[in-house]
Nanobody
Framework: QVQLVESGGGLVQAGGSLRLSCAAS????????MGWFRQAPGKERDFVAR????????YYANSVKGRFTISRDNAKNTVYLQMNSLKPEDTAVYYC????????????????????WGQGTQVTVSS
């Protein structure tokens, strides 16, 4: 079992940047593909990005492609989400999640494919 703790959220103006971190404990994050999801008030939790165990494969939601970058440092047991050119519509609680299966061809954006979740960190983008 792995425990996930997100950090790095906060209030930022539109056009600004934030870097979220997801620190894992209990088991090494090397064993998992990792994802980021977000949930805005009154909306469903949506896929944002995913990275494979060793990092060569990344996937992004169309809404964040070109602005967000997911990365991982397995030595630090941490996954990151660099968010640039932030927009008010990026406002949400951001969650990291761990998937025991490394490769998923078409279901990597499904919440149900992820085995462990963090508690989330709030990101608020003001206009």
């Amino acid at each position: 079992q792995v425990q996930l703790v997100e950090s790095g959220g906060g209030l930022v103006q539109a056009g600004g940047s934030l870097r979220l971190s997801c620190a894992a404990s209990g088991r090494t994050v090397t064993n998992y593909a990792m994802g980021w999801f977000r949930q805005a008030p009154g909306k469903e939790r949506d896929f944002v990005a995913r990275i494979s165990r060793s990092g060569p494969r990344t996937y992004y939601a169309n809404s964040v492609k070109g602005r967000f970058t997911i990365s991982r440092d397995n030595a630090k047991n941490t996954v990151y989400l660099q968010m640039n050119s932030l927009k008010p519509e990026d406002t949400a609680v951001y969650y990291c999640a761990a998937d025991r299966q490394d490769y998923r061809s078409s279901t990597y954006y499904h919440l149900s494919e992820y085995d462990y979740w963090g508690q989330g960190t709030q990101v608020t983008v003001s206009s």
